[in-house]
């Protein structure tokens, strides 16, 4: 696993940041403070870094989730590379769950 991104955290490790995210949504009534986002491309496709980059800010815009908390990573699993995105719902400023509508 590699850890690509961590923005907006004070935290610079993975589980310090998602713990971050948690100590944050305390202060709300949210139960599901985070979005998770899987990218899994086709066995055929070789998707680079910069496309996985373009979804993910994509899904961002579309989600209401832009400048939030975000960890991004990538793995391998049986020679595939997947990336997976997760956002923080929690409007820190407003303290409120930012609500997703799917």
């Known amino acids: 696993m ?13 589980v310090s ?5 948690q100590a944050i949504s305390r202060g709300t009534k949210a139960k599901q403070f985070l979005f ?9 496709e ?5 496309d996985f980059e373009k979804a993910i ?4 815009e579309k989600l209401g989730l832009t ?6 990573v990538f793995h391998e ?6 990336c997976h995105a997760v956002w923080s719902r929690i409007d820190a ?8 509508s799917l």
Do not use: W
């Open 36 to 44: 998770s986002l899987s990218l899994n491309p086709p066995p055929q």
């Open 46 to 50: 070789n998707v680079s870094t910069v």
């Open 2 to 14: 590699e850890v690509h991104d961590i923005r907006g955290f004070v935290s610079d490790d993975l």
């Open 67 to 72: 400048n939030q908390l975000r960890a991004i």
């Open 17 to 21: 940041a998602l713990k971050e995210a």
């Open 93 to 100: 400023n407003a303290m409120r769950t930012i609500s997703l």
């Open 57 to 60: 800010e994509k899904a961002e």
């Open 77 to 82: 699993k049986e020679g595939r590379r997947h």
